[in-house]
Nanobody
Framework: QVQLVESGGGLVQAGGSLELSCAASGNIFSIGTMGWYRQAPGKQRELVATITRGANTNYADSVKGRFTVSRDNVKSTVYLQMNSLKPEDTAVYFC?????????WGQGTQVTVSS
């Protein structure tokens, strides 16, 4: 089992920045891709950004150029630096990790961007 604990959400004005972090614990050996998804009220969960163990990244078009995903393999932690935030970025952000054939999710952290 892998446990994921997110931190760093909150309320920010449009144009501002936030950084999310997510620490993995438990059976962290062989964790592969990590990343972030988000879910806004009334909408499906969607990809934000992912990063492989070798630091290859993938971003949703809506966040390219504004968000940066990174990871520290020693600390088993993934980060999401969010800049130039927009009201439409408001959502619950979920940390994600893949290990072997399994997927793991954090409990989610709320990000609210006011206009």
């Amino acid at each position: 089992q892998v446990q994921l604990v997110e931190s760093g959400g909150g309320l920010v004005q449009a144009g501002g920045s936030l950084e999310l972090s997510c620490a993995a614990s438990g059976n962290i050996f062989s964790i592969g891709t990590m990343g972030w998804y988000r879910q806004a009220p009334g909408k499906q969960r969607e990809l934000v950004a992912t990063i492989t163990r070798g630091a290859n990244t993938n971003y949703a078009d809506s966040v390219k150029g504004r968000f940066t995903v990174s990871r520290d393999n020693v600390k088993s932690t993934v980060y999401l630096q969010m800049n130039s935030l927009k009201p439409e970025d408001t959502a619950v952000y979920f940390c994600y990790a893949q290990r072997l054939a399994y997927e793991y999710w954090g409990q989610g952290t709320q990000v609210t961007v006011s206009s």
